[in-house]
């Protein structure tokens, strides 16, 4: 990659891990409403989901930002952004005074799916811990 990629590589993985760490930070500070947010969608063991929300976005957010293992890391930021996607952002199904912001909310999630996919297919580039 020549040094103005691995700048924009550098920027791209911090634009994307500066939305999982603060999202992880809030339900760090809010661990149990977000976790009576989870239970109210119907899912098993909202302490545990909620923890486990925070190691993906909190830890995979930073380990994302300084360039760790990233194709792993946004491998796994995918799959959990997958995963969560079309619980909390069911638009179909929302209310009519919902619905908009919830498709705006889902289609940005598919956004950032897209952005991490492509950190597992170019890698981090050189600025990271994993140097490409």
Do not use: C
């Amino acid at each position: 990659m020549e040094k103005r990629s691995d700048g924009l590589a550098l920027l791209g993985r911090a634009l994307l891990s500066v939305l999982f760490i603060v999202s992880g930070l809030g339900k760090v500070a809010g661990f149990a409403g977000t976790a009576g947010y989870i239970g109210s969608q119907g899912l098993p063991m909202p302490q545990v989901l909620t923890a486990l929300a925070i190691a993906v976005e909190l830890g995979g957010g930073l380990l994302l930002l300084i360039g760790w293992k990233a194709r792993w890391i946004a491998w796994a930021m995918a799959a959990f952004t997958v995963v969560i996607t079309p619980i909390f952002h069911n638009f179909w199904s929302a209310p009519a005074a919902e619905a908009m912001n919830q498709q705006v909310n889902f289609l940005k999630n598919i956004a950032i799916i897209g952005g991490l996919l492509m950190v597992v297919a170019m890698g981090p580039g050189r600025y990271s811990v994993d140097r490409g």
